[in-house]
């Protein structure tokens, strides 16, 4: 069989026994696609079962999380903790709370935390976990109890050298606090860095807000360089309107951008004079509101009811809202309207069928993986402080951030470079945090 059957095989053998997880298998078949070229100059990859222990998660925990509501009514969500690769340091990745997660949802999340984690040369191993919970309208009180009830399973699993959770979407400061609090409780110990993203009066770390965000135009920035651009008044359109969103808007802002659009789950916003970040901020952040009421204090924007903001013409289009967000037609109407750098700040948001129309037609990509993996840098950063109980200043942590997004995108050039691909970050970044995965699960032998 050669190197290239091998992977046919397994990614066939991985496709049958996940059944009903396409997520799943739309991320594995992402990395499938650059392990082909990996295993044909290196042939060692295909030994030792080491793809197919890369695929099957490490330990899986699925469990029930029931809470009483303000009306004394029992709800019962489900729980789930992936904790998928350990080779490179304790398991380490977000916990979403959202209707829509289920196992498929958190183990393409997962899967692709390994390599992100790896690509940012620090020492985390990949996990990720949720619940199908709907923060939605519930109230702060609601919020807690649940968070209560999640950990009350989970904290016999996780630990500062076994597995530390973080925020995803749903999961901010406030979510973040109600688990430590529960988890500090059950196990009688102050134990900061077994969660990241907590508040900086309690263990958190400077910068970790804004951190993806930030770390995306970082690398964005990088991306421009390299192809002899600037950011400086180019169109910017980001999707979503949540953590991650409105930091890389306010970033982008700062590297001289104009951003135009953004968007909730509802509809769209255009401001072509520049988005007013504040306004955006109060409606989402202090008001849990929608965005359509942006035109209510700039009665010269529009909002768009429901629609494709990828139809706003841009420069560059940043998907910072959730997976398969932005597909084939759309990437062919960002084309059509001469974007030039795509970046991923969420998880997936660009199907297969969108990645490969961009990269066919020149436009610079960068997948989540090295775009949005600031976030869980900075969370190793947290992690640092906490083991030697110090806390670093805004700058130095920026500082810090800023040279790992650098030193991702240097990594995932000189990859594509090395393996004859210039410039295709989806190879780059596949490839350059699969060796460093595979070559410490070789080095730690078959387990
Ligand atoms: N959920 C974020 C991600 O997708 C951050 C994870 C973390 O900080 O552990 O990378």
Sequence with gaps: MTGREWIEAVFEQVRARNAGEPEFHQAAAEVFDSLRIVVDRHPHYAESGLVERLCEPERQIIFR???MDDDGKVHVNRGFRVQFNS?????KGGLRFHPSVNLGIVKFLGFEQIFKNSLTGLPIGGGKGGSDFDPKGRTDAEVMRFCQSFMTELHRHVGEYTDVPAGDIGVGAREIGYLFGQYKRLTNSYESGVLTGKGLAWGGSQVRTEATGYGLAYFVDEMARTAHDGLEGRRVVVSGSGNVAVHAIEKMQQLGALVVSCSDSGGYIVDDKGID???????KERRRGRISEYVDAVPSASYV?????????????LPCATQNELDEDAAKVLIGNGVRIVA?????PATPGAVTAFRQSGVAFGPGKAANAGGVATSALEMQQNASRDSWSFEYTDQRLAKIMVGIHERTIETADEYGM???????????GFVKVADAMTALGVI
Excluded at 422 to 432: F, L, W
């Design 305 to 317: 009811d429901g629609g494709s903001l990828w139809d706003v013409p841009c420069d560059v289009a």
């Design 65 to 67: 999380v029931p809470w």
């Design 277 to 283: 970040l504040e306004i955006v901020r109060d409606i």
């Design 422 to 432: 210039p410039g295709d970050y989806v190879h780059g970044a596949n490839i350059a």
């Design 87 to 91: 080779a490179l340091g304790p398991y």
């Design 344 to 348: 991923e700040g969420a998880n997936m």
